[in-house]
């Protein structure tokens, strides 16, 4: 066999270009994919609309929810599944994602404001077509069952907010009420948190991502699964069994979610359960067992999720914890 060392030689000249252009446009494009999108903050005069994604909604609960509203000039349209019935979702999975539809294709809504919790979002999301809110981008909020749109939405590049929702206003504390407009009004957010026993010290900036445990554990494997590649991750859960908990956590763990976040929020635990045989720790011990071996600053005790102060967290947001023995900070940037 012939070796022409000239040819060689000519073909490195011409190749190392090209992986090199190959190489600069994969980068761009992945910065590109994780700029997160903001959707326009609310003014006076825009519309919100609330509406069901999953449980029904047809107790007359939500005059405290539209007098708040119209307190902050806002208008207020309610969606046609509040007030549906079907044993225990608000409508057929078809009712519920064309009400869904209809807000986001609306330009005129600035914000969805999901109504309750429970379960059954994750029923209506792949009925959902996001090419006019793509469009328009508009705020989505809520909590809870509400993660399943928090991920998804974050899976495509766009912010949105984990917060209080319509049923719970009149009883959540005025601080979960006060972040909530903070967050929508695009005033400047960030929190100081009590020191915790728990806490794991360190400071670290990354996009927040997250939410309830149980439906993040429910989405990993789909195409709504989140991405924790730098990111930070907040979690909470409402009712679990205690080795639930610790299954979810494994599982975070051996998907390899936990080796690549730079750092941990653990909001609310709330009413967890146990069996005759305890489990022999609580909620906040598991997840300190299971990410004892990840060197990343984890704040304990947040006030978010299933808790009467719930605040306000800008899902896809950059933000930079700070945990340390005297004060804890989180600044949205």
Not at 121 to 148: A, M
Not at 166 to 176: L, N
């Amino acid at each position: 066999m012939n070796f022409n060392p000239f040819s060689f030689i000519k073909k490195q000249y011409v190749l190392r270009p090209m992986l090199l252009l190959i190489f600069v446009l994969q980068s761009i494009n992945s910065q590109a994919q994780t700029t997160m999108i903001t959707p326009p903050y609310l003014q006076k005069g825009d519309t919100v609309a609330i509406v069901a994604t999953a449980r029904k909604n047809v107790d007359d609960n939500l005059k405290p929810t539209i007098d708040l509203l119209h307190s902050w000039g806002l208008e207020v349209v309610i969606g046609s599944t509040i007030g549906l019935d079907l044993n225990q979702l608000a409508g057929t999975d078809e009712q519920r994602a064309a009400d869904f539809q209809h807000q986001m294709d609306n330009p005129n809504i600035k914000a969805i404001w999901c109504a309750r919790g429970g379960y059954g979002t994750v029923r209506i999301i792949d009925l959902l077509d996001f090419t006019k809110f793509k469009q328009h981008p508009k705020w989505i909020v809520g909590f809870s069952d509400v993660t399943v749109l928090h991920n998804h939405l974050n899976t495509m590049g766009y912010k949105s907010i984990h917060g209080t929702m319509p049923i719970s206003v009149a009883r959540t504390a005025p601080e979960s009420i006060e972040s909530l407009k903070t967050a929508l009004f695009g005033q400047k957010l960030s929190y100081q948190i009590d020191p915790f026993p728990m806490n794991r010290f360190g400071k670290a900036t990354g996009e927040l991502v997250g939410g309830n445990l149980s439906i993040l554990y429910s989405l990993m494997g789909s195409k709504s699964a989140i991405d924790c590649t730098d990111k930070i991750l907040f979690i909470e859960d409402l009712d679990e069994y205690l080795y639930h908990i610790d299954r979810m956590m494994m599982n975070l763990k051996r998907n390899g979610c936990l080796e690549s976040i730079k750092g941990i929020i653990v909001g609310g635990m709330t009413e967890m359960k146990d069996n005759d045989i305890p489990w022999g720790k609580n909620a906040n011990e598991i997840i300190q067992d299971v990410t004892q071996k990840y060197n990343i600053p984890i704040l304990y005790n947040f006030p978010a999720g299933h808790v009467h102060d719930n605040r306000a967290l800008i899902m896809g947001n950059t933000v930079t914890i700070d945990v340390n023995e005297n004060c804890n900070t989180v600044i949205f940037e």
